[in-house]
Structure formats: C-alpha cells, structure tokens
C-alpha cells in the first residue's frame, strides 16, 4: 500500500462495517425479494413458474456488466465519485421497479438495479485492496464476510415482514431507504483511499492492457474462472431456494427463518475464516473447502437413489455447503486479486465481471432446469465444483505467507 493514500478518518471497524454494508447491497437486493417471487409470478401471470428467477439472474447481468464501467473508471476518478454513480443509478432502477406495470418492465429495472449495484460492489473491494494485502486482505475480507452474511440472514426475514404489513412492491421502498442512508454515510464519513498521484487515467489501451494482465496472470485467471464456476453453482440455488422450500419442501413463511440459519452458518465460517488464514494460508483452506462440497455433494446426489429426501436432510447438506461456502468467498477472491494490487479497479471489474458472466449464466441454467427436485443443484455443486478443484490445483503458486502442507 502505497504511504501517501490518505487514510480515512473512520477507525478500522467502522470501515469494515461500511465495507461490508456496501457489498451487501447485491445481497439485500437479491434476498429480500426471494419470498416474493411467488406472488410476483402470481400477480404478473407468469408462463413458467421458473420465470420470476430471472430477476435474480437479471441482476447479476446488470452487475457483471457494469463492473467493467466502474472498474476502469474506479482508478481512474477514485472510489468515491464511482460509489455516488452506482447509488445514483440504483436509486433510479429501484424507482422503475416500483412503478413497473408487467414482469418485463420488472426484469428492466432489476437490470438497471444490477448496474448500479456494481459501483459499491467495485469500490468496497478496491477500498479494501487500497489499504490491505495478502494474508492481511483475507483477513479483513474475511470479516466483511462474516458482516455481510448478516444481510441475507435477515433479508428474506424482512422482506417477509414487509409483505405481512404491506404488498411486495413495499420491498422496493426498503430497497431505496437502504441506498439512501448508505449514500449519506460515505458522503459525510469516508475519504478517498486512492491518491491522484496512484489514478490510472482512463483510456481505450490501458483497459485493453488490464484486461490483458489479468487474462494472463494464471493465478488470476484460474481463481477468477474457479469463483465463477463456484459461485454459479450459488446461484442456482439462490434461484431455486423458493420454490424448493416453500414448493417441495412446503415451508410457507418459514423459508425465511431456514435461509436465514444457514446465511448464520456461512456467517460463522468466515469468523472462523478471518482467525485462521494467517496460520494456513488461503489456497489450503480454499482447497479443503471445495473438496468437501464435492465429496458431500457426491454422496448426497447418490443418495437420491435409495431414499426420499426429506427437509431435515436437505438442510443438513445445507449446511455443510453454506459452512465451507465462508471458507471460499473471501479466500478465493483474495488470491485472484493478489497479484493486481497495481491495477486494483480494472482488475477486480474484470475478476468481478468475467466470474459474474459465468456464474449467471451457469446459474440460471441451474434455475430453470429446476423439476421439483434437488437434482439440478446438486449437480451443479458435484460437477461444477470437480471443475474448480482442477483450477486450484493449476493456479498453484508459492506463497512466502501461505502454509503448505506438501512441506511438512
């Protein structure tokens, strides 16, 4: 971290906080309208019952293309200027959503709500990077994680609520409220992490010339395509978790309480993430983590054929998922973003763009093949999840901060 970034009047805890708060835009965003989607394909007449989960997707789209806006324009204007636009374009998307009279009209604003959320999803982990490194970027990541994880412990609670008192188009007013007090929060309390003198004017060849080093660093570029992969995976079953509580499993406003308790779970993992990367190291943990969700995700894909899967059941392997789920996120996103410390914003829009193209895509496909059955995600998380182990062992590289267990 370069010594004369001006540091932020905020104390160390107070900006993890924001940090987190600023990522966990997407995830309120997506997570309060999860017991929603229900009635929203109810009130629009929808075709297909798997079509409301496209405004899950949509999102994504929105987000992935809107990182390599922010990105390039994060180094080159600062965090800052990138967070106003993003909250600015969010606001409007949320507006447009409110009033939309059809379900197309819908997907358009959450698309426009995905462009806008790319801008404190970009800034929140550039700030991070403009100030961390390493061992101490993952333990700081981890943190975050474990406060972000909050959001969507809470979220489908909330939006829950929010239905019980009101309609579902009430969520978009929380939507708007949320942005706003964030958007009051930076205004007065934040400074700018990255100096003029660090800026990266923005131009045609120096995005193509980012873009290109990150394509081309085999640690980015595996951990990138692995986090994608992987978080495709996620998605699927973000756009799934609906109808297989509240359809298969038949757990009416319950849903909330049991996506909020493993949310919890993934919370505790990335506690436990943030006390222990600095004594194992990032791609160990990272490793076991996803060799588990194979394995579990195997075995319980086998399962189907011998007996009916009950709530109890899923839930179980849930767990397992959502607890080695903690240990990824902010693990695998740390060691794509290690080498780019030089070029902070270009590369996290390019990580975050790439890893989000992939994993909506991989993600809806989960969603839509979804049959009343657990099958697809599993299959997702077995087949998807081999494919990830494969590129963490390729992006093997030595680490001077990392225990290696192959030394021993």
């Given amino acids: 971290m370069p010594s004369h970034i001006p540091q932020s009047d905020m104390g160390v805890k107070e900006f993890t906080v924001l940090v987190a708060l600023l990522m966990s835009i997407v995830a309120i965003s997506i997570d309060a309208l999860l017991p929603a989607l229900g009635l929203i394909g109810h009130d629009f007449k929808a075709t297909d019952s798997n079509q409301p989960q496209l405004l899950i997707s949509l999102l994504f789209l929105g987000m992935a293309i809107g990182q390599l806006i922010a990105g390039p324009l994060s180094d080159a204007l600062g965090r800052k200027p990138i967070l106003f636009a993003g909250f600015a374009l969010y606001l409007a998307g949320t507006v447009f959503c409110f009033f939309a009279p059809t379900l197309s009209e819908?997907?358009?604003?959450?698309?426009?709500?995905?462009?806008?959320?790319?801008?404190?999803?970009?800034?929140?982990?550039?700030l991070v990077r403009d100030k961390f490194s390493g061992a101490k970027m993952a333990r700081t990541m981890s943190f975050v994680m474990m406060i972000f994880v909050l959001v969507p412990a809470i979220a489908p609670s909330l939006g829950q609520a929010i239905m019980l008192l009101s309609d579902w188009h009430s969520i978009f007013i929380m939507y708007f409220l949320y942005a706003v007090i964030l958007l009051i929060w930076i205004s007065t309390r934040l400074k700018e992490t990255l100096a003029k003198a660090d800026r990266i004017p923005f131009t045609f060849e120096g995005f193509k010339n980012g873009f290109k080093e990150v394509l081309s660093n085999r640690q980015t570029l595996c951990y990138m395509l692995c986090m994608g992969l992987f978080f495709g995976s996620f998605i699927g079953y973000l756009n799934s978790s609906?109808?297989?509580?509240?359809?298969?499993?038949?757990?009416?406003?319950?849903?909330?309480l049991y996506f909020g308790a493993l949310a919890l779970v993934l919370g505790f993992s990335s506690l436990l993430n943030a006390r222990i990367v600095e004594a194992f190291g990032m791609r160990?943990?990272?490793?076991?983590?996803?060799?588990?969700?194979v394995i579990t995700s195997i075995v319980f894909w086998a399962l189907h054929s011998f007996v009916t899967i009950s709530l109890w059941m899923f839930l179980v392997y849930a767990a397992v998922l959502f607890f080695c789920f903690g240990l990824l996120f902010g693990n695998v996103n740390a060691l794509a973003m290690e080498p780019m410390g030089h070029v902070a914003g270009i590369a996290s829009a390019v990580i975050g763009s790439v890893s989000s193209i992939l994993s909506m895509g991989i993600?809806?496909?989960?969603?839509?093949?979804?049959?009343n059955s657990l099958?697809?995600?599993?299959?997702?998380?077995?087949?998807?999840?081999?494919?990830?182990?494969?590129?963490?062992?390729?992006a093997k590289t030595k680490h001077s901060d990392e225990f290696d267990p192959t030394t021993v």
């Fill in 363 to 371: 993600g809806t496909l989960i969603g839509q093949l979804y049959n």
């Fill in 284 to 293: 160990p943990i990272a490793l076991c983590a996803i060799t588990t969700v």
């Fill in 106 to 126: 819908l997907m358009i604003g959450r698309f426009i709500q995905g462009l806008g959320v790319s801008g404190p999803y970009i800034a929140a982990i550039a």
């Fill in 242 to 256: 609906q109808q297989i509580f509240q359809v298969q499993f038949n757990t009416g406003t319950l849903f909330s």
């Fill in 375 to 394: 099958i697809p995600v599993v299959m997702g998380f077995s087949i998807l999840g081999s494919l990830a182990l494969v590129l963490i062992y390729f």
